[in-house]
């Protein structure tokens, strides 16, 4: 499985972009995909999961200013990102857990970095 995230970039406070990650290769019916960010110093945290059963899920500082939708036909996760703050700016990545029958596997895109400043 490989992840293709895009979509980071500067922009101000208050304003809002959307972040893709388009997967290809092999997947199970069984999976969760999540957006994750690092901010400099900092661990790495989960922003946002879509489960495969359609429940999503998101940490407490983004509830109601981000939004995680997939696009199922295009293999395709988003995340919507309303209202941002300086504190939102990290480099955002998203994973994939599935599971194949035997074991959880976990694949990563690359990094994308957003910026929240005048």
């Known amino acids: 499985v490989q992840l293709q995230a895009s979509g980071g970039g500067l922009v101000q406070p208050g304003g809002s972009l959307t972040l893709s990650c388009a997967a290809s290769g092999s997947f199970f019916t069984l999976y969760t995909m999540g957006w994750y960010r690092q901010a400099p110093g900092k661990q790495r945290e989960l922003v946002a999961n879509s489960n495969s059963d359609g429940s999503t899920g998101y940490v407490d500082s983004v509830k109601g200013r981000f939004t995680i939708s997939s696009d199922n036909a295009k293999n395709t996760v988003h995340l919507q990102m309303n209202n941002l703050k300086p504190e939102d700016t990290a480099v955002y990545y998203c994973?994939?857990?599935?599971?194949?029958?035997?074991?959880?596997?976990?694949?990563w895109g690359q990094g994308t970095q957003v910026t929240v400043s005048n």
């Open positions: 994973k994939i857990r599935q599971w194949d029958g035997i074991r959880w596997s976990d694949f």
